[in-house]
């Protein structure tokens, strides 16, 4: 029975991990992907007390924040849709926090989102550029 139970644990921890890292592919290949556009990297996986931002870039003389979203299927949506108007708030958030722990990151700033299904092969990637309009810093 103990035995049992232990599998258990360890079968459940092996699939918690699996979208981690499907969710650091996808990073990386949407970093991959912008870096192609152009954009240069300034720093991934920015973490502060309001939240995470994934991609900071700069794409001339803009610095651009970067929500990566990746889905398995699209059975309910798309990435980009699962960014509604809490995450936006919260990405807007930690975007703050950013600029205020480096003022020398100044001009136009812009939220991107890069959508990635992995219900393909190969894996679709969407990019919106300035997918949020208008922002207040």
């Not at 890292?21 to 152009?38: D, P, S, W």
């Not at 990635?116 to 922002?135: C, H, K, R, V, Y």
Request: aromatic share 10%.
């Amino acid at each position: 029975m103990i035995w049992k139970l232990f599998q258990r644990s360890r079968n459940s921890g092996a699939t918690a991990y699996a979208p981690h890292v499907r969710g650091r592919e996808a990073e990386q290949m949407a970093q991959r992907y912008l870096e192609n556009q152009g954009l240069q990297l300034i720093t991934r996986n920015f973490r502060c007390t309001r939240g995470e931002i994934d991609l900071i870039m700069r794409h001339g003389a803009s610095l651009v924040f970067v929500e990566v979203r990746a889905r398995r299927n699209d059975h309910f949506g798309s990435g980009a849709d699962s960014v509604d108007a809490r995450k936006q708030a919260k990405l807007n958030a930690a975007a703050s926090i950013y600029l205020q722990q480096h003022p020398h990151a100044n001009g136009a700033c812009r939220f991107d989102v890069v959508a990635i299904s992995f219900a393909s092969d190969p894996p679709q990637l969407d990019w919106i550029p300035d997918a949020f309009g208008e922002t207040d810093f």
